[in-house]
């Protein structure tokens, strides 16, 4: 039996497996992990791509942040029917550019399928030029930025018998930055260990053995990863965080967080229309992140009304002006098996029997079997975690009235980076303490 495994992503983790029997269909499995703490450089071997030069910027780009958001709400909505009145939380850009990789090695209709799944008319927006986009997509958020750790990349472990297709290899280091590993996985332990390894590594130590069983026929693992760290352009006094206070879960739960407090001025909006508040919180550079409240009983209003349109007529109405501001100190961390869903979603001949993955191997009988993805955000006074210092000066409180602003019950959370207008992260909190 011939036996190959490659392909790991960890903007989230993917990771594909497959092997090849005589018959029998090959698996690719896919793991998807993204961390919003941490920032590591990647670990760079022989042969790969480190990362482009400059950000380059094309109108493919521009048009794709708007089909990537709403392939953002479209499985945000999905989660909400699979995971109810639970915490939800993501990355969609490490998503989209994993499934993306993997259009590299499919044909025909594996290939328009994915595609189309993540939300584009192929008619419109031709699949090498989609690949250029998310090329350009990628080299911007890599750009060095001033004060905000963010990188994306990908890796491939390939078992070291199969013998992968040059343009594709070629392709995935040239568009994606993608590093490429040959993998024995005829030593199951071995590979798993050497998976975990790498992960562990570029995580900074935050993920450990996050493959627990790596199935005897893989031949491919794919990682995507994002990394994320900044600090609020606003840091809020940890001085003034107040322990113990209450946020309304349900009708009948409340759970105690702390709850961080701060007078200031913030671009925020009343949107009579959906029912909601909206709050714009910057990082010190290049990043923002939009906090919603819906009034009580008006979430699932919002949530079906989110899309790429709901973002811009935000962006166009937000004001600024001083408000007293109450956000809670909070840790959110979610895992997902997205097979089912992204089945649900139009993508179904990548884990069809008739999959054709031509592009990446001439071996036959290859087809996805798993995709999984796990994303972990902490937010606290100064941003995420690992930031500097900051100095507060002792200054009596303030008693002019503001608008209160409370984040006390549950609210949506996204995350954007403003060059590419890519949500990093969405996600919804239920119940902050809930890891």
């Known amino acids: 039996m011939e036996r190959s495994c490659f392909l790991r992503d960890v903007s989230g983790f993917l990771g594909i497996c497959y092997y090849l029997p005589s018959k029998m269909p090959l698996l690719l499995y896919l793991v998807l992990l993204v961390l919003g703490i941490h920032y590591a450089p990647p670990n760079i071997s022989e042969g790969t791509v480190t990362s482009c030069h400059s950000p380059q910027q094309n109108a493919t780009l521009y048009k794709m942040s708007s089909i990537n958001a709403d392939f953002a709400f479209n499985l945000y909505r999905r989660f909400t029917v699979e995971t109810p009145d639970q915490n939800i939380f993501f990355s969609p850009v490490s998503i989209s550019a994993a499934l993306a990789t993997l259009s590299l090695g499919a044909c025909s209709s594996t290939q328009t399928k994915i595609l189309e799944g993540l939300g584009f008319n192929l008619t419109d927006t031709p699949a090498a030029e989609i690949q250029q986009g998310f090329q350009h997509l990628i080299c911007s958020l890599n750009f060095p930025k001033e004060e905000l750790e963010l990188r994306m990349g990908n890796a491939i472990f390939i078992e070291k018998q199969l013998k992968p297709l040059a343009k594709f290899l070629d392709d995935v280091k040239n568009l994606y930055e993608t590093e490429v590993f040959s993998t024995d996985f005829s030593n199951v332990s071995a590979a798993q260990q050497e998976i975990n390894s790498h992960v562990e590594e570029q995580t900074k130590g935050e993920i450990v053995g996050l493959i627990q069983e790596l199935k005897p026929n893989t031949i491919m693992v794919l990682v995507n990863y994002i990394h994320f760290k900044g600090q609020w352009a606003n840091p809020f006094d940890p001085s003034k965080t107040k322990e113990g206070s209450s946020f309304l879960v349900d009708k009948t739960m409340t759970v105690q967080v702390p709850m ?119 937010i606290g006074e100064k941003g995420t975690e690992a930031v500097p210092e900051v100095s507060f000066l002792n200054q009596p409180e303030i008693t002019l009235l503001h608008p209160v602003i409370h984040f006390n019950r549950s609210f949506l959370l996204l995350i954007l980076e403003k060059s590419t207008r890519s949500i990093l992260f969405l996600g919804k909190v239920v119940d902050p303490t809930k890891v």
């Not at 919180?281 to 409240?293: E, T």
């Not at 001083?322 to 100190?329: C, N, Q, S, T």
């Not at 009988?365 to 798993?370: D, Y």
């Open 260 to 378: 961080m407090h701060q007078v200031e001025q913030y671009y925020h909006l009343l949107d009579t229309e959906l029912n909601c508040t909206v709050l714009q919180m910057d990082y010190s550079k290049n990043a923002l992140a939009l906090f919603v409240l819906p009034k009580e009983g008006q979430m699932e209003q919002v949530e079906r009304a989110m899309s790429s349109k709901t973002l811009k007529k935000w962006n166009r109405l937000l004001q600024k002006g001083w408000i007293e501001l109450f956000v809670p100190k909070f840790s959110i961390s979610a895992t997902y098996d997205l097979g089912a869903v992204l089945l649900k979603m139009g993508i179904q001949d990548a884990f069809a029997d008739s999959a054709d993955f031509s592009g990446l191997t001439k071996d036959n009988g290859l087809k996805l079997s798993s995709v999984a993805h796990k994303a972990v955000l902490h």
